[in-house]
């Protein structure tokens, strides 16, 4: 109990067990709130972890489509450059030229048949 003061002793117990109170509950309550921070920056975390992984399952699917093709395509392009690298050397000129005519006579049975 309080010494003697001019206030009744019962008031200056009650306001010292009240502040007691609020001093014995401030670490309990302060462990309570940085809980509740770590929980929202687990589940934050967690949520961008989430959004992360459906992101990259999203770029997989372009890469492999992506490679797909080129693997597709790649047979087609070696063809090619190698019909170009023929008919451009200097020494093949005349086979050029005989693929050339071939080609325009094979025009020309072609529109025949058409008409």
Not at 38 to 55: D, E, I, T, Y
Not at 76 to 96: K, P
Request: hydrophobic share 45%.
């Amino acid at each position: 109990m309080a010494k003697d003061t001019p206030v009744n002793s019962q008031i200056t117990d009650a306001v010292t067990q009240a502040n007691l109170t609020v001093l014995g509950g401030a670490p309990a309550q302060s462990m309570a709130t940085t809980y509740q921070l770590l929980a929202q920056s687990v589940g934050v975390s967690m949520q961008n972890a989430v959004a992360n992984q459906q992101n990259m399952n999203t770029i997989d699917s372009a890469i492999v489509s992506q490679g797909i093709s080129m693997l597709f395509n790649l047979d087609t392009a070696a063809d090619a450059g190698s019909v170009r690298n023929i008919l451009m050397d200097e020494s093949n000129l005349e086979i050029a030229e005989a693929l050339k005519s071939i080609i325009s006579e094979l025009k020309t049975l072609k529109e025949k048949q058409a008409e």
